[in-house]
């Protein structure tokens, strides 16, 4: 046992806090150091996950790791054996919107590790149809396909695999950032727009779409779109999603056809 456990570990032997086992009470300046030593014990107990910078770790992934470490989301994840935190994302959208419907059809637009698609098979989906740039592990129920979402085949692959309509089109599509803000934005915005186009190609009537957008909601030109064709549209943040992220969501409900 490391010396700072010992205060703590004489109080379950049960003396009291500051007294000794013989009932006499220590001196002012001994008690003030065994204060002390106790602040610092408590201390230790209560703090959460700390990350060495190691040489080559760069900052920004010391700060990731620390992030990932603390992060409850992650540890349920963990517990429950979703493979990744953004599981939770889809369980809050289906809990408000009732987007996975039973036996139903449902494409998983960038679905890599998998965790938005073993919700919707956990969640009654008869089968689901993924892509990702990625490779994905098998989940049971699921064809995922190894592939670039923007290549010009892609849709064409996809409407095939899924052999018919589907209930459902959702997409968590996230470029890998550049650092570029510019860039970035326009990368993000095409892959929005390209997944709300597919969705409305595929949907079956009555279908719903659910897409991850970025700073401040969907574009107002892809919005008026999506209105004139959904009954409803809303935007959405799950509890999930990190409050310092600039991730919202899009839900486009009951398509017209
Ligand atoms: C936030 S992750 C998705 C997490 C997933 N929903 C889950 O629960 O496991 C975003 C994914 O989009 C994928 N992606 C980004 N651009 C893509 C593209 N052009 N084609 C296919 N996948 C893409 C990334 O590879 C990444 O796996």
Same mark, same amino acid.
């Given at each position: 046992?490391?010396?700072?456990?010992?205060?703590?570990?004489?109080?379950?032997?049960?003396?009291?806090?500051?007294?000794?086992?013989?009932?006499?009470?220590?001196?002012?300046?001994?008690?003030?150091?065994?204060?002390?030593?106790?602040?610092?014990?408590?201390?230790?107990?209560?703090?959460?996950?700390?990350?060495?910078?190691?040489?080559?770790?760069?900052?920004?992934?010391?700060?990731?790791?620390?992030?990932?470490?603390?992060?409850?989301?992650?540890?349920?994840?963990?517990?429950?054996?979703?493979?990744?935190?953004?599981?939770?994302?889809?369980?809050?959208?289906?809990?408000?919107?009732?987007?996975?419907?039973?036996?139903?059809?449902?494409?998983?637009?960038?679905?890599?590790?998998?965790?938005?698609?073993?919700?919707?098979?956990?969640?009654?989906?008869?089968?689901?149809?993924?892509?990702?740039?990625?490779?994905?592990?098998?989940?049971?129920?699921?064809?995922?396909?190894?592939?670039?979402?923007?290549?010009?085949?892609?849709?064409?692959?996809?409407?095939?695999?899924?052999?018919?309509?589907?209930?459902?089109?959702?997409?968590?599509?996230?470029?890998?950032?550049?650092?570029?803000?510019?860039?970035?934005?326009?990368?993000?915005?095409?892959?929005?727009?390209?997944?709300?186009?597919?969705?409305?190609?595929? +949907?079956?009537?009555?279908?719903?779409?659910?897409?991850?957008?970025?700073?401040?909601?969907?574009?107002?030109? +892809?919005?008026?779109?999506?209105?004139?064709?959904?009954?409803?549209?809303?935007?959405?943040?799950?509890?999930?999603?990190?409050?310092?992220?600039?991730?919202?969501?899009?839900?486009?409900?009951?398509?017209?056809?």
């Amino acid at each position: 046992m490391s010396k700072g456990k010992k205060p703590a570990a004489r109080r379950q032997s049960g003396a009291a806090p500051g007294k000794r086992m013989n009932g006499t009470k220590p001196s002012e300046e001994r008690r003030g150091r065994m204060t002390e030593k106790m602040d610092k014990d408590n201390a230790t107990r209560m703090m959460t996950h700390k990350v060495k910078t190691a040489r080559g770790r760069k900052i920004s992934s010391k700060l990731w790791l620390e992030r990932q470490l603390n992060d409850p989301y992650v540890k349920e994840a963990q517990i429950k054996g979703y493979r990744s935190r953004a599981a939770f994302k889809i369980i809050e959208l289906d809990d408000k919107f009732k987007l996975i419907r039973h036996d139903s059809l449902i494409c998983d637009l960038g679905c890599a590790p998998g965790g938005w698609t073993q919700i919707a098979i956990e969640r009654g989906a008869k089968r689901v149809v993924g892509i990702d740039i990625l490779p994905v592990e098998t989940v049971a129920g699921a064809d995922l396909i190894e592939m670039d979402f923007m290549d010009e085949c892609a849709s064409d692959v996809l409407k095939d695999r899924l052999g018919g309509a589907p209930s459902l089109v959702m997409s968590d599509l996230a470029a890998n950032t550049t650092g570029h803000k510019n860039t970035d934005h326009l990368k993000t915005i095409a892959l929005v727009e390209a997944a709300a186009e597919f969705a409305m190609d595929v +949907l079956d009537k009555g279908g719903d779409f659910v897409t991850k957008v970025f700073q401040g909601g969907a574009q107002s030109d +892809l919005l008026e779109r999506l209105r004139s064709r959904f009954e409803i549209v809303k935007h959405a943040k799950p509890k999930s999603s990190r409050a310092g992220s600039p991730e919202i969501y899009l839900v486009a409900k009951n398509f017209r056809g």
